[in-house]
């Protein structure tokens, strides 16, 4: 069974920087299509940003510019660099991989 954990979640000023990390248990990692969801306090799921076995990625415009995905098959890992957080980016982030994968979910807290 495959597992995702992700870690890195904190609270953060804004205009500042958390990168999330995930890792996956899957045997083979590089097959599977992986991304990032949120969801904020009061609000459904909603993506952030995606990542495919190729490396392409896509991203919501409320992040675009600002946040980064990106992926190390050796390592099973998924990233989620997040630069000038905002109050609004306050949500559980979850680690999401083709197949219906999920993670446990870290929180995010923009706040001063």
């Known amino acids: 069974q495959v597992q995702l954990v992700e870690s890195g979640g904190g609270l953060v000023q804004p205009g500042g920087s958390l990168r999330l990390s995930c890792a996956a248990s899957a045997v083979i990692f590089s097959v599977l299509d992986m991304g990032w969801y949120r969801q904020g306090p009061g609000k459904q799921r909603e993506l952030v940003a995606i990542i495919t076995t190729l490396g392409r990625t896509n991203y919501d415009d409320s992040v675009k510019g600002r946040f980064t995905i990106s992926r190390d098959n050796a390592k099973k890992m998924v990233y989620l660099q997040m630069n000038s957080l905002k109050p609004e980016d306050t949500a559980v982030y979850y680690c999401?991989?083709?197949?219906?994968?999920w993670g446990q979910g870290t929180q995010v807290t923009v706040s001063s």
């Open positions: 999401w991989g083709t197949g219906n994968l």
